[in-house]
C-alpha cells in the first residue's frame, strides 16, 4: 500500500515537472517570435510572382489600404493591372 502512495506521489511530481517544463519551453517560444518581428530582413513573399525574398530588398506598395511587398518594380506594376481588371 504504501509503494502505491509513492508511485501516486512520484507520477504526480513527474507531471507537474513536466508542464512546467511544457510552460518554459512556450515561453521560450514567444521570446523568439518576438525577436523574429524585430528583425526587419525576414523573407516575404510576392503576391504576384510568388517568389520569397528579404523585406528590405522589396518594393513597397499601399494597395486597398493594405502594406504589400514585391520582387521588383515590374511585378508590383503587373500585379496593379491585373488588379484593375477584376
Ligand atoms: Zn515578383
Known amino acids: 500500500m504504501r509503494l502505491l502512495i509513492l508511485l501516486i506521489l512520484l507520477y504526480l511530481a513527474y507531471r ?10 512556450s515561453s521560450e517560444n514567444t521570446i523568439d517570435g518576438k525577436k523574429m518581428g524585430e528583425i ?3 523573407m516575404i513573399k510576392d503576391p504576384y510572382c510568388e ?17 504589400l511587398y514585391f ?13 484593375k481588371k477584376k
Request: charged share 35%.
Open 71 to 83: 520582387c521588383s518594380k515590374e511585378c508590383r506594376d503587373k500585379f496593379i493591372e491585373s488588379k
Open 16 to 25: 507537474s515537472l513536466k508542464s512546467w517544463m511544457f510552460k518554459n519551453i
Open 51 to 67: 517568389i520569397y525574398f528579404p523585406r528590405r530588398n522589396g518594393i513597397h506598395c499601399n494597395i486597398d489600404g493594405k502594406d
Open 40 to 42: 526587419d530582413d525576414i
